[in-house]
């Protein structure tokens, strides 16, 4: 790793956002789906700017990115750059620099150790990126089928490319330390140079470096657009209960569900089809005048909790 001048390297890619919004008001979605499922096509329409859908779905993703931000541990971060530094000494035969690199390191280790006592992991990288390659259900359902018909065919690495395809969603990825053994290793990688075993040393930062885990927490775009529509229902509905409006947001907000679930986002079929019931309610409530503030804080709540679920499977790719 290259010594950098800053020590968070956040690329918050979201150029992707505007147009996978267009989505929602063009097109009509011609996909057929089982019986069991609620049949929804796209609306053609979007009672919303797209400008302020997308800065609503910013937003949304900001919160999880801070979050994720306030775990960082930059002293940990410069031990990991000292480690690779050292390294390059010793590749250089610099033994003076090396040994300086690696007490750097270990004072660096320390300081972590005082402030995180208690933690196996520490956060020392985050980036984030966005993929949004998807804009219908009929798209998903294509590459759905596509996918399965090349595994069925044994052409696994075009299915993977293929699924690499399925994608509506905002990835962050946290490269963390496994700390509880990089203060031990360094001290012993130290206690080697001291008698000259290079070679030893260097394969104890070498694992040190190895033992990097690195996880990723998945943001998928169509469920934030969905919260996000919903609350634009309610403010819409609060302000002048225009009908036609609300309802055209909620459907739009149902669509987006159903497209992420249609992409396979969580394994919680029973949830979507309860929240996409639960928006037909509503609806049915804004047309007959008995939808009240509760009933649309309840079903934006709904989706939050879902949203959550969805966020805390972070998982290992390394």
Do not use: W
């Not at 790793?1 to 390297?9: G, N, T, V």
């Not at 969905?226 to 309802?247: W, Y």
């Amino acid at each position: 790793m290259d010594r950098k001048p800053a020590y968070l390297f956040l690329t918050f890619i979201l150029v992707f956002l505007l147009t996978g919004l267009t989505s929602c008001n063009s097109g009509q979605d011609k996909a057929v789906h089982s019986t069991s499922e609620i049949k929804f096509r796209k609306p053609d329409s979007l009672y919303m700017s797209k400008h302020v859908l997308a800065n609503k779905v910013q937003a949304e993703a900001q919160q999880e990115i801070k979050k994720q931000q306030e775990r960082f541990v930059k002293e940990a971060l410069d031990c990991i750059t000292e480690t690779n530094e050292t390294l390059k000494a010793l590749a250089s035969g610099k033994m003076k620099e090396a040994q300086k690199q690696l007490h750097l390191a270990l004072v660096h280790a320390t300081q972590t150790m005082k402030k995180h006592p208690n933690v196996y992991y520490v956060p020392v990288n985050i980036s984030v990126s966005s993929n949004d390659f998807v804009k219908n259900r009929q798209q998903a359902d294509q590459l759905v089928t596509e996918t399965k018909k090349a595994l069925a065919g044994g052409s696994y690495q075009n299915a993977s490319s293929l699924l690499n395809k399925l994608k509506s969603e905002i990835d962050i990825t946290t490269i963390n330390m496994l700390f509880s053994n990089y203060p031990r290793g360094l001290a012993k990688a130290d206690s080697l140079l001291n008698v000259d075993k290079t070679n030893d040393a260097e394969n104890i930062l070498y694992g040190l470096l190895n033992s990097l885990q690195i996880t990723q927490v998945v943001l998928p775009l169509p469920v934030l657009r969905a919260q996000a529509l919903i609350a634009q229902a309610k403010e819409v509905d609060n302000q002048n209960h225009a009908e036609t409006k609300v309802d055209n947001l909620l459907e739009n907000a149902n669509y987006q569900l159903l497209l992420a679930k249609t992409m396979g986002y969580g394994s919680f079929d029973t949830e979507y089809t309860d929240l996409s019931k639960q928006i037909k309610s509503l609806e049915q409530g804004v047309q007959s005048g008995t939808a009240g503030p509760e009933d649309f804080s309840g079903l934006f709540s709904k989706v939050e909790q879902f949203k959550s679920r969805l966020f805390d499977q972070s998982h290992n790719i390394r």
